[in-house]
Each structure stands twice: as C-alpha cells, then as structure tokens.
C-alpha cells in the first residue's frame, strides 16, 4: 500500500492549507483513513480520520476549523484546514488502517507563522 501526501507548505496564522492524500488502492477497502500530525518534540497525534461508513473523526483542537473528506473514485482523501494556527505546525502524515494493519504516508510539513 502506498498513500502519497502533499499540500502542505508555510502560510501565516489565520489561512488556508489543503492537504492531499492519493491512495494506489480503493480507500474504501480500508477500515479507516485519516490524518496524524507530529511537531518537533511531541507525540504524533491523530488530527481527523473518516470510516468506511462515512463516521467522521475530529480531534477537538481541529473541530469547526478542519474538515476531511474523501473522493472514492480518486482513491484520495482531504484535509481542508482553514483558520490555521501556530500550533497547528507539524508534519502531517496520511494513514489508513485495516484490520490490525496501519499504514503510513511520508509527511508534508505544514508550518503557521504567527
């Protein structure tokens, strides 16, 4: 399984990012897909992840500001990330879970300039 990521990139406090993630199967194979994010010294934390079902996922620093979604044709999964904030800085990676399975993207970075 390969899932690619991009979109990130450097924008000031208060923009809009939109993160990609193209998958080379059908997302809807996996139980889960979603998005984690790491900054410099902390855990990597789990940003939003969309079931197979369609049940959206969001962790409460991100709720009202992040939507994901997905497009099951592209195979490829969105991060809309808008009134972004210093503290949303970090490498965002893409994953998608199966069973006992994770799998992982390689990061995008996506930095906040206050």
């Known amino acids: 399984v390969q899932l690619q990521a991009s979109g990130g990139g450097l924008v000031q406090a208060g923009g809009s990012l939109r993160l990609s993630c193209a998958a080379n199967?059908?997302?809807?194979?996996?139980?889960?897909v979603g998005w984690y994010r790491q900054a410099p010294g902390k855990q990597r934390e789990l940003v939003a992840d969309?079931?197979?079902?369609?049940?959206?996922n969001y962790a409460d620093s991100v709720k009202g500001r992040f939507t994901i979604s997905r497009d099951i044709a592209k195979n490829t999964v969105y991060l809309q990330m808008n009134s972004l904030e210093p503290e949303d800085s970090g490498v965002y990676y893409c994953?998608?879970?199966?069973?006992?399975?994770?799998?992982w993207g390689q990061g995008t970075q996506v930095t906040v300039s206050s």
């Open positions: 199967r059908r997302i809807i194979s996996f139980n889960v």
């Open positions: 969309i079931s197979r079902g369609a049940y959206y």
């Open positions: 994953n998608a879970g199966q069973g006992y399975l994770k799998y």
